[in-house]
């Protein structure tokens, strides 16, 4: 039997739809530690393994045209696990900005459209070798699955 793991929640992460763990037959629950790479990582194993969220396709649109997501990026290539998770779908990455809550008469001036998306979402897992995992409404349940996998990668 694993001992319960404990999950850090990098104190940066204000979104108050970021993920809290509760204490289960696996998991201790969640602290909150500034993380300096990613927004979630396990207590012990903050060096070994790294998780992103991203919690709308528009924030993630922004991300990629951002120099300091690339600079997260190129840190996260030093975390032997790596995953960004997109709690969205990919319907709405290539339908963006449909559907976000950028008003409609600013939509149709904006450049930054679905297909570029696509092309940069590609470009970035190519280069960074970073698996970028579409999660919708799952993202949490995704995380707690990698963190136990990890666990039982290195203790069983």
């Given at each position: 039997?694993?001992?319960?793991?404990?999950?850090?929640?990098?104190?940066?992460?204000k979104d108050d739809?970021?993920?809290?763990?509760?204490?289960?037959?696996?998991?201790?629950?969640?602290?909150?530690?500034?993380?300096?790479?990613?927004?979630?990582?396990?207590?012990?194993?903050?060096?070994?393994?790294?998780?992103?969220?991203?919690?709308?396709?528009?924030?993630?649109?922004?991300?990629?045209?951002?120099?300091?997501?690339?600079?997260?990026?190129?840190?996260?290539?030093?975390?032997?696990?790596?995953?960004?998770?997109?709690?969205?779908?990919?319907?709405?990455?290539?339908?963006?900005?449909?559907?976000?809550?950028?008003?409609?008469?600013?939509?149709?001036?904006?450049?930054?459209?679905?297909?570029f998306l696509l092309?940069?979402?590609?470009?970035?897992?190519?280069?960074?070798?970073i698996p970028m995992?579409?999660?919708?409404?799952?993202?949490?349940?995704?995380?707690?699955?990698?963190?136990?996998?990890?666990?039982?990668?290195?203790?069983?």
């Amino acid at each position: 039997m694993l001992e319960p793991y404990t999950i850090i929640r990098d104190t940066r992460e204000k979104d108050d739809k970021g993920w809290i763990f509760k204490s289960s037959k696996y998991c201790a629950g969640t602290i909150e530690e500034k993380l300096d790479t990613g927004d979630y990582s396990l207590y012990g194993w903050a060096q070994h393994l790294c998780i992103e969220r991203k919690g709308s396709v528009a924030e993630f649109a922004k991300n990629l045209v951002e120099d300091r997501f690339l600079r997260e990026l190129d840190r996260m290539l030093d975390y032997p696990w790596r995953y960004v998770l997109l709690e969205f779908e990919l319907s709405d990455l290539l339908e963006f900005p449909k559907g976000t809550d950028i008003p409609k008469r600013r939509q149709r001036f904006m450049k930054l459209r679905g297909p570029f998306l696509l092309k940069t979402f590609i470009e970035i897992q190519q280069k960074y070798k970073i698996p970028m995992l579409f999660c919708g409404d799952k993202g949490q349940e995704v995380c707690s699955s990698i963190c136990k996998r990890f666990i039982e990668a290195h203790n069983g």
